[in-house]
Structures are given as structure tokens and as C-alpha cells.
Nanobody
């Protein structure tokens, strides 16, 4: 079993930055690909960014490319999402998720989920 706890959300003005963290506990963190997803009110959950177990390969949604950066520290069992140049449309609940082995963009492919952290960007 893996437990995931997100932190770092909050209220920020458009153009600002936030860094989300997702701390994992339980089974071997380094075996998992990690993903960040988000869900805005009235919308479906969508993929934001993902990173493979080694950290050597990442993937981003087109809407966040060049603004968001995903990284991980396997020694600390933590994955991060650095969000810069935030826009009002980035407002959502952000979730981290874990799955064994390879990176996927579909939320149904992820086994473990955190409880989410709210990010609100004011325009």
C-alpha cells in the first residue's frame, strides 16, 4: 500500500508561482511512476505532468508546458510540481498519483491517489 499526501496549494495572483509537494509512504517509492492531475469545478480530471521512477523522463500537458516542472527526490519519497506564470485557468484541485513502472497520462491507469490540494489563481 502507498499513501500520498499533497501540500503547497493556496491562493496566488496570476503570474505568480507555487510549488506543490507530494510525500509518499509505504512501499518502495522509487518503483513508481508519479503523476500530477487536476480537476476544476464542473470539469473532468486531467493530466498535468508525469515523471518516471528514475526521474529521467517527464511528460506534460500542452497547457502547462514551459510553465510547470515536475521533479522527484526518491531519497525523500517526494515528488514536486513547480508552477510558474500561473493563470486563472490553472485553478483546480491538484492530485498526485502513483502507478508501477511506466508513465501514463490516463487517470484510470493510476493505482494510488492523494487527497488533493486546492490551487486558486486570482486574475
Amino acid at each position: 500500500q502507498v499513501q500520498l499526501v499533497e501540500s503547497g496549494g493556496g491562493l496566488v495572483q496570476a503570474g505568480g508561482s507555487l510549488r506543490l509537494s507530494c510525500a509518499a509512504s509505504g512501499r518502495t517509492f522509487s518503483s513508481f511512476a508519479m503523476g500530477w492531475f487536476r480537476q476544476a469545478p464542473g470539469k473532468e480530471r486531467e493530466f498535468v505532468a508525469g515523471i518516471i521512477w528514475s526521474g529521467t523522463s517527464t511528460n506534460y500537458a500542452d497547457s502547462v508546458k514551459g510553465r510547470f516542472t515536475i521533479s522527484r527526490d526518491n531519497a525523500k519519497k517526494t515528488v514536486y510540481l513547480q508552477m510558474n506564470s500561473l493563470k486563472a485557468e490553472d485553478t483546480a484541485v491538484y492530485y498526485c498519483a502513483a502507478r508501477y513502472r511506466d508513465l501514463r497520462v490516463e487517470d484510470t491507469e493510476y493505482t494510488y491517489w492523494g487527497q488533493g490540494t486546492q490551487v486558486t489563481v486570482s486574475s
